[in-house]
């Protein structure tokens, strides 16, 4: 019994040892895999980059403003005297021409109808005098007398119709009137401000941008502006550039005109004005990150063939993330923008591509 139980348990040892490679309990050394290339190379960089395409861009610059109306006035009579009849409202909008205010002209009114009754008079004589002058019935003299007293009678009509005139205050244009100062009954003279008078179509953008830009702004410039509280985006255009630039600030003053038939541009609002100095159809474009500045200008990391390589560069203009490169890439070429601090040149990379952000 002992020897079987023996022999039993040898062939289960010889078993064992035979099944025990297939099982592979242990594992072996050589089942790893093996890196590629040389075992002692440091493994890529991951980077992000971007393909560099031509692309728009548009040399903008930006200011702030404010809003103006297209024309503006004090309203004030040219005379003195009390105040008889006011045909106008606060806030409401009047058209050229329209009858304003009037001043108590009865004075003027009674002196006038007295003048055109001896104009009437004098015409009579002097018509007689002209008959009678032709018949030789009397001299030149006493024709002439009576020619004067009709002439200085047609003139002082015609001046008290001018000081009639200026009793009585008109729009001299197409306007919204301000608040009044004054009311029925009061006494005004020529320096008392009744009221201002606004014409908000179209609105004035005045705003101030550095002397070295005054070759670059002609009338006709196109701009954009947003004013304070409001999303939406307005437009405008240059009609006039100072011919000055101001010796304290060094700064150019410039006007544009921007539609407003709904009024929503009020005078005083502030504004922020982009104007385009520019446009280029075709630039090369790269995200502000990739730009290396160093003493001998701005450098580029660029992928090739897995490899950075670093590469000089000519930069022009610059937007708010992006900067124009005027020589050093061409169309196509694969710039890096992250990982720029542990990048060498010839320092393997892994290329992720991303969209350039505008």
């Not at 890196?35 to 190379?41: H, R, S, Y």
């Not at 002397?211 to 255009?237: I, L, M, W």
């Not at 490169?325 to 060498?344: M, P």
Request: aromatic share 6%.
């Amino acid at each position: 019994m002992r020897k079987t139980i023996i022999t039993t348990g040898v062939v289960a040892i010889v078993i064992f040892l035979i099944a025990l490679p297939k099982l592979n309990l242990f594992g072996s050394r050589n089942s790893s895999p093996q890196p590629a290339g040389n075992p002692g190379a440091p493994p890529p960089l991951p980077v992000q980059a971007v393909i560099i395409t031509p692309s728009r861009l548009d040399n903008r610059l930006i200011f702030t403003g404010s809003i103006l109306p297209n024309e503006s006035l004090e309203l004030k009579a040219e005379a003195s005297g009390k105040i008889s009849k006011i045909y106008f409202e606060e806030g409401r909008k009047v058209k050229k021409g329209q009858l304003l205010l009037e001043i108590n002209d009865d004075e003027l009114v009674a002196q006038l109808e007295k003048q055109k009754h001896n104009r009437k008079l004098n015409q009579d004589i002097e018509f007689r005098q002209r008959k009678l002058l032709e018949k030789d019935a009397i001299s030149q003299e006493e024709y002439d007398n009576a020619l004067n007293r009709l002439n200085t009678t047609i003139a002082d009509i015609k001046l008290l119709e001018a000081q009639l005139a200026k009793t009585r205050i008109y729009a001299p244009f197409d306007g919204t009137i301000g608040f009044r100062f004054v009311s029925e009954g009061a006494y005004i003279s020529p320096s008392t401000t009744v009221a201002t008078l606004y014409n908000l179509n179209p609105a004035k953008i005045e705003f101030n941008l550095p002397g070295r830009y005054s070759t670059q702004v002609r009338a006709g410039k196109k701009v954009r502006f947003t004013v304070e509280n409001d999303p939406r985006t307005f437009e405008g255009e240059v009609y006039a550039v100072e011919p000055q630039i101001d010796v304290n600030t060094r700064t150019l003053k410039v006007r544009a005109l921007a539609s407003n038939p709904e009024g929503l541009l009020l005078p005083g609002q502030f504004v922020r004005v982009e104007l385009i100095l520019e446009t280029i159809e075709n630039a090369l474009l790269v995200p502000s990150e990739a730009l290396i500045p160093d003493l001998q200008g701005h450098k580029v990391f660029v992928n090739q063939g897995g490899k950075a390589a670093e590469q000089r560069v000519e930069i022009g203009l610059r937007t708010d993330r992006q900067v124009e490169i005027l020589s050093g890439l061409e169309a196509g070429d694969t710039v890096i923008t992250t990982g720029i601090l542990q990048l060498r040149p010839g320092a393997p990379v892994s290329v992720s591509l991303v969209n350039p952000q505008n």
